[in-house]
């Protein structure tokens, strides 16, 4: 089994950032894919950004590119979500996402945090 625990959501005004932080322990060693997913009120949960732990390529969602950026420190087992020019319509539930490979990380596969909110207010 493997946890995932995020940290650093809140609250920020347009134009502001924020930097989520998720630290995963347990085996790892089966972990190849690492990513951010967010959870709108009424909306699906959507991917915002993966990245191979191995090769460390990324990918992100059209909507967030240019503006979040995905990271890792392997020596703490701790992926960062880095988001900066937030707008409202990124306020959601963001969660932490763990698998064996990024193109089959959706939701209902693989490891799951228990998410942390972040506001946005204009």
């Known amino acids: 089994q493997v946890q995932l625990g995020e940290s650093g959501g809140g609250s920020v005004q347009a134009g502001g950032s924020l930097r989520l932080s998720c630290v995963a322990s347990?085996?790892?060693?089966?972990?190849?894919?690492m990513a951010w997913f967010r959870q709108a009120p009424g909306k699906e949960r959507e991917a915002v950004a993966k990245i191979d732990t191995s090769s460390s390529s990324t990918n992100y969602a059209d909507s967030v590119k240019g503006r979040f950026t995905i990271s890792q420190d392997n020596a703490k087992n701790t992926v960062y979500l880095q988001m900066n020019s937030l707008m409202p319509e990124d306020t959601a539930m963001y969660y932490c996402?763990?698998?064996?490979?990024?193109?089959?990380?959706?939701?209902?596969?693989?490891?799951w945090g228990q998410g942390t909110q972040v506001t946005v207010s204009s």
């Open positions: 347990g085996y790892t060693y089966s972990i190849n894919c």
């Open positions: 996402a763990a698998g064996t490979w990024c193109r089959s990380l959706v939701p209902g596969v693989g490891y």
